[in-house]
């Protein structure tokens, strides 16, 4: 009885504890359903398909290989929304990395009266310290900044050339921006003026390395043009401008399209500059070439503020009166206008007096005509001689009486004016000047234009009619790198640089042919040249290398003396290295005494290993193959050369 009375509460406890046990698990196995099944529902819906998600306890399990370490910071930031964060258990992998693309090289140089600042980023194999020291050189004491990050990954292609070619840009620009990109530069500068704009784009884009594409964009601050001319002429054979200038490009727009209206369909060449009196330029400049078109003709010329309108010879007087009139009204306030109609003349038993001025191709100038008196004659050569070089004159005036007044300013105003030509020859008339000619500057009608306005009036008759040809212009036939290497060779074919007998001083003979290659060079700018040194194979072999070395930096310092841009030179001396004759015969030895001038040409980039299987099979081959290797002999450029002696 006592038996069965302690056995019943006993039993109760035990079934409720099995009961309690069995409830907690049940409970425990639906928290780890309901967290496992969320995580895995919220991971599906962000498009995540490749984790899987475990539950253990209250702790929730990520496993899977992520595709990169944001994309697993995403999956564990994902979880912690649904869940605890400190219950997310992370169990995952990222995937191999060597797939990842290398970033995008690139840098910027800006240069400016202040220093030389760097920033961008560079391979790490990158040698600062020479790219620093050759920033340093081109500061020349000016502050350096150097704010360049690297990337261990490899070199890209083009980005060794386009870096050696932004330096020599550089180095020509003392005021710019050059970006570096693999295979790419762009240059942003400024130039002193127009001419020296012309001839650096020239330059730099003839001297880019094959491979590398320019970006140029070079600037020149406006030219002051005084007096401030545009001058259009609309005849029966054509419409033209003599000289164009205007303040804006809005206003070169307005005045080109007034001209194309009337049937000028030359280039838009409206030169942008400062000197202007006023903002309307643009307008009245527009409204003046309308007026010449209603005439069916003339010339217009407005100099500054004032206007100039001349008709053809026969217009009605009824017409003339109405243009103008309408002009004077609606030109802007401050614009002064004169106009005139020119009767037409009777011709008479002789014609009118004349004076004309020649130039030839070959610079030989020729006056003829009449002159006022023998004063005048004396100060027409003397003015041409000045112009043109004493020994290119032939004079064939005849002084005589009756000329009309203000000829002999007219006179000198056309000798001026021919001396701005190549070639071409001037015609002075009573009511005229006739400048006709080609010139290898593109501005030289203006100028011209501008000059007799200045000379002789805004209201002188004149017709300006020059040809612009591209061989006559110094900038654009600068010749190339190879045609000036090759001036040098026709230069010492028969003569030799000769040195004082084992020393490195140039003998005087040699300083003739140092002129003359000083000559050329100078119409050579911006060239790489390396000047190298040879000597035979008497004495030491250390003494040759020196006294070659000392015989090459003597030629780049009487090139330098002689005012010859020699920053992208250098010099080397190779002793009795690369012989080219015997130096067993004195022949022989004579000839492999010398000096070569060769063109420094950037090496070609070679194509760079992209994965890193390619790396480390290209690492193991160098380790391999540099331990066999030994230094040898460098051996100077074999193309390009000119050859002379240095008589040892």
Do not use: H
Not at 187 to 213: C, F, M, W
Not at 299 to 318: C, H, K, N
Not at 364 to 376: E, K, N, T, W
Not at 498 to 527: K, N, Y
């Amino acid at each position: 009885m006592r038996l069965s009375r302690l056995l019943i509460p006993l039993s109760a406890f035990l079934i409720a504890a099995v009961l309690s046990g069995l409830g907690a698990r049940v409970a425990v196995s639906a928290v780890e359903d309901r967290s496992a099944e969320g995580v895995a529902r919220a991971l599906e819906t962000s498009g995540i398909e490749w984790a899987t998600v475990i539950a253990d306890g209250l702790q929730v399990i990520v496993e899977g290989e992520a595709p990169s370490e944001p994309m697993r910071f995403r999956v564990m930031t994902i979880a912690g929304t649904v869940v605890d964060a400190s219950r997310v258990i992370d169990n995952m992998t990222v995937a191999d990395a060597a797939g990842i693309a290398p970033p995008d090289f690139s840098m910027e140089i800006l240069r400016n009266d202040n220093g030389i600042s760097m920033i961008g980023l560079v391979p790490a194999t990158t040698d600062r310290e020479a790219l620093l020291e050759r920033i340093t050189r081109l500061a020349d004491g000016d502050e350096v900044t150097d704010l360049l990050e690297s990337a261990d990954y490899p070199v890209p292609e083009g980005w060794d050339a386009a870096m050696d070619y932004a330096l020599i840009s550089l180095s020509r620009l003392p005021r710019s921006k050059v970006s570096v990109s693999p295979g790419r530069i762009a240059v942003t500068a400024i130039a002193d003026s127009d001419d020296e704009r012309r001839r650096l784009v020239t330059t730099l884009t003839r001297q880019a390395p094959e491979g590398v594409r320019m970006a140029l964009n070079v600037s020149a601050p406006r030219p002051v043009i005084t007096p401030f001319t545009t001058r259009f002429i609309l005849d029966s054979e054509v419409a033209r401008f003599d000289a164009c200038a205007a303040d804006t490009t809005t206003a070169a727009a307005r005045i080109l399209a007034a001209a194309r209206a009337v049937g000028y369909d030359g280039r838009g060449d409206c030169t942008l500059a400062l000197g202007v009196p006023s903002g309307t330029w643009g307008e009245a400049v527009a409204l003046s070439i309308d007026a010449v078109a209603q005439l069916g003709g003339g010339t217009v010329t407005v100099a500054d503020a004032d206007i100039s309108l001349v008709a053809l010879p026969g217009t009605a007087q009824g017409l003339f009166d109405r243009v103008v009139g309408e002009l004077e009204n609606d030109l802007p306030d401050l614009f002064d206008l004169d106009a005139s109609l020119p009767q037409v003349s009777e011709p008479g038993a002789e014609g009118p007096p004349q004076f004309t001025a020649t130039l030839s191709p070959e610079g030989i100038v020729q006056l003829r005509g009449r002159v006022s008196d023998p004063l005048m004659n004396s100060t027409a050569e003397n003015f041409a001689r000045a112009k043109f070089g004493s020994a290119s004159i032939s004079m064939g005036t005849r002084v005589t009486e009756d000329l009309p007044a203000g000829w002999s300013v007219r006179i000198l105003a056309g000798v001026e004016a021919l001396s701005k030509l190549s070639n071409g020859a001037v015609i002075v008339e009573p009511d005229s000047v006739t400048v006709t000619g080609n010139t290898g500057n593109q501005n030289a009608g203006a100028e011209i234009s501008r000059l007799l306005i200045e000379k002789l009036g805004e209201n002188a008759s004149f017709d300006v009619d020059v040809t612009y040809v591209e061989e006559l212009d110094p900038i654009a036939a600068l010749p190339t790198p190879e045609e000036c290497l090759e001036r040098i060779t026709n230069v010492t074919t028969n003569r030799k640089i000769t040195f004082d007998p084992g020393s490195a001083t140039l003998a005087g003979d040699a300083q003739a042919i140092m002129d003359d290659i000083a000559e050329i060079l100078q119409r050579c700018a911006d060239l790489r040249v390396e000047v190298a040194g040879f000597t035979d194979s008497q004495g030491s072999e250390e003494g040759n290398l020196r006294l070659s070395q000392q015989r090459a930096d003597a030629v780049l310092d009487a090139l330098r003396s002689r005012r010859v841009p020699v920053s992208t030179f250098q010099s080397v001396g190779y002793g009795e290295t690369n012989p080219i004759a015997d130096n067993e015969t004195e022949e022989g030895r004579e000839a492999n005494r010398r000096i070569e001038f060769s063109l420094i040409t950037p090496e070609p980039v070679p194509e760079e290993p992209t994965t890193l299987e390619e790396l480390a099979a290209e690492s193991e081959t160098g380790e391999t193959e540099g331990a066999e290797e030994e230094p040898g002999e460098t051996e100077p450029p074999a193309d390009d050369e000119t050859t002379e002696d240095q008589g040892q």
